[in-house]
């Protein structure tokens, strides 16, 4: 944009942009007219836009809400829960070196411990693949409660996830054996308002009334 400056004999001078900061001389009077750089628009002062809240798929949309803070997860146990086929099965998997010593401590030909190592090497196999089903099952479900809500996942391929709000949480039930008691486990089942029955049901989680304490709590 081109600069006009006034000489003093009043002639107005125009002058292309690069000549700004430069000496220029008026055609009417010969004078040196000194040509000033062009004034610059003052911007508008705006104040930054406010930062973006991270993502986070049980975050509160509510402008300072609390951190959906994880307070329980476990999964189920496999001995705690079930001592004595765990035993059963743990045996069945080692019976074919029972046996194979009871058969060399008896000689080869005594027919019933002969027997017996056939039928060890034949369920040992079985209970391997029931134990890893079991224990697999186990690894797969999650029970996991924040202080918003609490959900059971299930699956590792493929997943089923079962959600209920602490806020609509109408009953917790905690059912435990004997046995259980004595080993600290036992099942713990949620239901809530919107619901007749029950929405969340999970058998063998490890501290099932420390689950009830956390709920209760939340629920105030």
């Not at 997860?73 to 998997?93: D, K």
């Not at 202080?147 to 709000?165: A, D, F, P, T, W």
């Amino acid at each position: 944009m081109p600069i006009q400056v006034a000489c003093r004999c009043g002639k107005t001078i125009t002058a292309p942009d690069e000549y700004a900061g430069r000496k220029g001389k008026c055609k009417a009077c010969g004078e040196a007219v000194a040509i000033p750089a062009p004034a610059r628009r003052a911007e508008p002062d705006f104040p930054p836009p406010p930062p973006k809240p991270a993502a986070d798929d049980f975050s509160d949309p509510l402008p300072g809400a609390p951190a959906d803070e994880t307070l329980y997860s476990a999964s189920p146990s496999m001995f705690r829960n079930r001592p004595v086929q765990f035993i059963l099965g743990a045996g069945l998997i080692v019976s074919p070196v029972v046996m194979l010593l009871v058969l060399l401590a008896k000689g080869t030909e005594n027919t019933a411990a002969f027997g017996y190592f056939i039928l060890s090497l034949v369920a040992s196999p079985l209970a391997m693949l029931a134990f890893l089903k079991w224990w697999l099952d186990c690894r797969a479900t999650r029970l996991v409660i924040t202080r918003k809500r609490i959900s059971l996942k299930r699956g590792i391929l493929s997943r089923r996830l079962n959600e209920v709000r602490v806020a609509d949480i109408r009953n917790v039930r905690v059912d435990q054996t004997a046995l259980q008691r004595l080993f600290g486990v036992g099942s713990v089942g949620v239901s809530s308002s919107g619901q007749g029955d029950v929405e969340i049901e999970v058998h063998g989680i490890p501290t099932p009334q420390r689950v009830r304490e956390i709920l209760d709590d939340l629920r105030g």
